[in-house]
């Protein structure tokens, strides 16, 4: 019986069916706000849908000169290892696994699909695909840290890197983002950075460097680096809502899912209002913003968390 | 399993564009759809940049000798299912070019063109409605 509850959660709910159904109504969610923003009508709320169900059904070429294993290897390990970070992290107030120290693993796993995109890049001999999986590794180097940063400063507060130790601490006194705006910001760039969200899109810049390192992908590979496009934004925002934005802190269980169902859907909003407020950043801009702006104002965050906790 | 791969393609046509050789004027009718004033994201159109993510390759002016190699690699790119939608009357017929010393004419020279939107430019409804058009026959 308990090994089938297991497997049910793992398959249905809050597992692999939810998280990929829930990916999907969250990147409408996006497509949908940033149209509203502009004054437009925007996709149907089966969109997403239909996108990943077409390019299954597409020719899936091979690039000549690539290594065609490798190449149908990283998408399927990428989006392996986002839904496993989407099993850590919680989903209203229960995740399926949780452990002292998840939030780490869950950061480590979200930063797997981004090595992949770059060696996505890199093992095609073409030059938007290289020059796009560079610009990723250099915005995996630039944002990992005020990510990491950012989301230190509540584990420092709370004194735990477990998510529902975090979330309980915030339901215990008051959420994280009151007490910490700055950290927040950092963290929430950090978030845009990783994602690779507008203004930090560099590495898919479409006037520069047609579609980045996914130029010479079609098919299936486009559709499950998609897919896992899809999943890190939402394990991405999950994992914000858990730690800043007090997660689902209401005691009923059905409350508690609603809760943290609006914050979900407020924050993708918030992201599609700075992707329609401003422009794509230069390369240069990108590495700049991180190192000389994000990262001494996340550690000094984190210092003075640190400093007042003792 | 057809139903549902054709539910899909209808929904989410993914556009190419290509100027062949015209002046500019069918481009700018072609990203004026995708403004507020005609949203064609309704209908699931977006414009990709890599002929590889490409379902609907659109081709505006007539073909230059110069812009053959190209336009026929192009097209070799794009995965299975793939439609050609001629755009403007250069692109149609080779308008005021064809015959030109270095034209090769419209683009139904080249490819396999699935609709003709005429005009000089052309208008974003016909745009919209070729495009509802070929979706309707998938
Ligand atoms: S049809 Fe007219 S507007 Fe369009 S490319 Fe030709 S000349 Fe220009």
Partial sequence: ???????????????????????????????????????????????????????????????????????????????????TAGLMTPVGNHAVISFEGDLMVTLFLLSVPTLGLFLAGWIVPSVYNMLGGNRSLLQYFCYEVPLLLGLAGPAALARTWRLAALMSAQSAYHWHVLAMPVGFAVATLGLIGKLERVPLDTPHAKAEIGAGPLTEYSGRKLALW???????????????VAVYLGGADVVWPYWGFGVYAVKVVGYMGGLALVQALYARLRVDQVAEMSWRLLVPLGLLQLAVTVWMGA | ?????????????????????????????????????????????????????????????????????????????????????????????????????????GVDQLLPVARYVPGCPCRPEAIITALAELLETI
């Fill in chain 1, 1 to 83: 019986m308990h090994t089938l509850l297991t497997l049910g959660e793992l398959l249905l709910f809050p597992g692999l069916a939810y998280l990929v159904t829930v990916a999907l109504l969250l990147a409408w969610v996006d497509r949908k706000a940033l149209a509203v923003l502009q004054g437009r009508v925007g996709p149907p709320i089966y969109q997403p849908l239909a996108d990943l169900l077409k390019l299954l059904g597409k020719e899936d070429l091979d690039t000549e000169g690539s290594d065609a294993r490798l190449a149908a290897l990283l998408p399927m390990i990428s989006l392996a290892c986002a839904l």
């Fill in chain 1, 226 to 240: 998609r897919l896992t496009a899809w999943v890190q934004t939402l394990v991405g925002i999950n994992l914000m």
């Fill in chain 2, 1 to 105: 399993m057809e139903r549902v791969l054709r539910w899909a393609r209808r929904r989410s046509p993914w556009v190419l564009h290509y100027n062949s050789g015209g002046c500019n004027g069918c481009d700018i009718e072609l990203l004026d759809v995708l403004t507020p004033r005609w949203d064609v994201e309704r209908l699931g159109i977006v414009k990709e940049a890599a002929p590889r993510h490409a379902d609907i390759l659109v081709c505006t002016g007539p073909i230059t000798l110069k812009s053959r190699e190209p336009l026929l690699r192009i097209y070799e790119q794009i995965p299975e299912p793939k439609w050609v939608v001629a755009l403007g009357a250069c692109a149609c017929s080779g308008s005021l070019f064809g015959g030109s010393y270095h034209m090769l004419g």
